[in-house]
């Protein structure tokens, strides 16, 4: 089954995996991204996300799609984390299952590639000495929640 969604709660990658292992697939690809205390030599206190939540759990549907179109027998789900998120948490999780494992690994980088070029989710790094948006924009855009 994919899933592909924008959350608040912890993420727990265990439920991921479980929604794509069917018995058609020989490997299952599971990519974490956690929140690190230590970037460019600035330590993090938390970071805090936000997104545009109708879009991008549209935006990473559509990317579900692209990986079972290019890669035949693929299943995937999605969570993204929004919130403030602690040193350690999860942030996004990506499954991938597949026939092969070459292809699981391949979706899987593929998934996260597009998800941070494509899909309207903002980071704010919040540090001892200040804060910033980070990513290809200045700040985040002001964007209401439903």
């Known amino acids: 089954m994919s899933v592909y969604e924008i959350v608040r ?3 727990d990658p265990q439920r991921y995996a479980d ?21 460019k030599g600035i330590r ?6 936000d997104a545009y939540v109708p879009m991008a759990e549209k935006k990473m549907a559509q990317i579900g799609r692209e990986v079972e ?4 027998g693929t299943r995937t789900a999605i969570a ?4 403030e998120l ?9 499954a991938v299952s ?11 980088e593929y998934c996260i590639e597009r998800i941070k070029q494509d899909v309207p989710i903002w980071k704010k790094e919040i540090w001892e ?6 990513g290809d924009q200045n700040r985040k855009p002001e964007v209401k929640n439903p």
């Open 98 to 108: 597949s026939p092969h494992r070459k292809a699981a690994y391949e979706a899987n």
């Open 129 to 134: 000495t200040g804060e910033e948006w980070i």
């Open 9 to 11: 709660e912890p993420i």
């Open 80 to 83: 993204h984390r929004i919130g």
């Open 44 to 49: 993090t206190l938390h970071l805090s996300y």
């Open 19 to 39: 929604l794509v292992v069917r018995p058609e697939a020989g490997a299952v690809v599971l990519f974490t991204g956690h929140v690190r205390e230590w970037t």
């Open 69 to 72: 179109e290019k890669w035949e």
């Open 86 to 94: 602690g040193i350690g948490e999860v942030a996004v999780v990506i």
